[in-house]
């Protein structure tokens, strides 16, 4: 898992141009997501479809934006 997640950095720090970098940012959403994914099916596995409770993590609240612009007054990465 790590090891895939700084490939898809290391893309993103060599993104030349604007759709270069939103490529990246495509693929580290969708890698983000599918490992999601994948540590709720081992926790289904292992525990069943239980609720949470006693010492699992509690779900989280709030999701993620789907979308993110560059601001180039800021430089960042803003939510849409």
Same mark, same amino acid.
């Given at each position: 898992?790590? /090891?895939?997640? !700084?490939?898809?950095?290391? @893309?993103? *720090?060599?993104?030349?141009?604007?759709?270069?970098? %939103?490529?990246?940012?495509? /693929?580290?959403? !969708?890698?983000?997501?599918? @490992?999601? *994914?994948?540590?709720?099916?081992?926790?289904?596995? %292992?525990?069943?479809?239980?609720?949470?409770?006693?010492?699992?993590?509690?779900?989280?609240?709030?999701?993620?934006?789907?979308?993110?612009?560059?601001?180039?007054?800021?430089?960042?990465?803003?939510?849409?």
């Amino acid at each position: 898992e790590g /090891k895939r997640l !700084e490939a898809n950095l290391a @893309a993103l *720090e060599n993104a030349q141009s604007v759709e270069q970098m %939103k490529d990246s940012l495509k /693929k580290i959403i !969708e890698y983000s997501q599918g @490992a999601k *994914e994948r540590l709720r099916g081992a926790y289904n596995l %292992k525990h069943g479809n239980q609720s949470y409770g006693g010492n699992a993590p509690a779900p989280v609240a709030q999701q993620a934006p789907s979308a993110f612009v560059f601001n180039p007054a800021t430089g960042k990465l803003e939510p849409k």
